[in-house]
């Protein structure tokens, strides 16, 4: 089968080289020629960096108008504000029948990509892979993460075609929206601190944050709760010290999209959250700050 991938960033272009390894065919679909260019001076390859060495996947690429019509698999890892675009510039050439996954960050978009793509089968995936880019196609692998995939619309029971090889292992979900929300959960609570105060992950362990820190996981478990959604066995805050340990030396991915002038996901994230409890009633006046002033930040930028 011959995998389409939109969004060329890092989990796309690592999930480019771990389709590839399952024996699937696999194309990026790039914004421009530029982009093309770019993939070209890189050899035309993937590059993840191992132990000192790196490991090259040769796949394909073409830019988006370049792309044939009867795309039959489709994978969407764009920015979660770039999704609807994005796929509404692929739709016309993409089969009626495909497949299509979206792995992406935050929640929200997901209901519109799905309305978008009808009639087609949509699946979802959570990932924790860690990693980043030291240029446009080479990868600095940080942790190879968990990826958890399941049914979000149209779909049959089992993984898409190609996704039971993939290793590490993909775990099938089927409940694959309290997925989303247990990411969306701890990215709401990381994300905008380290934004802010531009600090590693692991910072929010400090006394300093104590406070905010568990204040923010109350109101983030509020709106879950109200949404009918488990989040996890332990209390948030409890586990975002874990995931904060675990990734202490990360810079959160909202950290890097700040800090170089790019727009962050906080609509998806913080934004998504403080819609969700305004239509539930819910008063969560950090969670709805912290997101006011990301987003300010983000018109600042754009402007
Ligand atoms: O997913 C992340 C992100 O940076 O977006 C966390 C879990 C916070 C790890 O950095």
Redesign the pocket.
Same mark, same amino acid.
């Given at each position: 089968m011959h995998w389409h991938i939109l969004g060329a960033g890092a989990i796309g272009c690592l999930y480019a080289a771990r389709l590839a390894s399952a024996g699937c065919r696999v194309t990026l679909l790039l914004r421009n020629s530029q982009r093309l260019d770019a993939f070209h001076a890189a050899d035309s390859a993937i590059s993840i960096s191992r132990d000192g060495e790196y490991a090259r996947y040769a796949v394909a690429a073409q830019t988006v108008s370049d792309a044939e019509p009867g795309i039959s698999h489709l994978l969407v890892t764009t920015k979660a504000h770039e999704s609807e675009s994005a796929i509404s510039s692929i739709l016309p050439k993409v089969a009626a029948d495909a497949q299509v996954v979206l792995l992406q960050?935050g929640a929200g978009h997901q209901h519109h990509s799905v309305q978008l793509l009808a009639p087609r089968p949509v699946w979802a995936g959570v990932t =924790?892979a860690?990693v980043r880019r030291s240029d446009s196609f080479t990868l600095l692998p940080a942790g190879a993460g968990t990826t958890r995939l399941g049914p979000l619309a149209r779909c049959p029971a089992s993984l898409p075609d190609g996704w039971a090889r993939i290793e590490p292992p993909v775990i099938a979900d089927a409940q694959i929206e309290n997925a989303i929300w247990q990411?969306l959960a $701890? /990215?709401a609570a990381?994300?905008p601190l =380290?934004a802010i105060h531009g600090c590693l992950?692991g910072d929010l362990q400090n006394d300093q944050y104590r406070d905010t820190l568990e204040t923010l996981c109350r109101e983030i478990e509020s709106i879950a709760t109200r949404c009918g959604y488990h989040l996890f066995d332990r209390p948030l805050y409890e586990q975002v010290l874990e $995931?904060?340990r675990q =990734?202490a030396l /990360?810079? @959160? @991915?909202?950290? +890097?999209d700040v800090s170089q002038g790019r727009r962050s +996901?906080i609509e998806f994230i913080n934004g998504f959250l403080a819609r969700t409890a305004r239509e539930q009633a819910i008063d969560a006046p950090l969670n709805l700050a912290l997101y006011e002033q990301i987003a300010a930040q983000d018109s600042k930028e754009s402007a």
């Open positions: 960050n =924790t860690g990411k $701890v /990215n990381i994300n =380290t992950n $995931v904060a =990734t /990360n810079r @959160s @991915s909202m950290l +890097e +996901e």
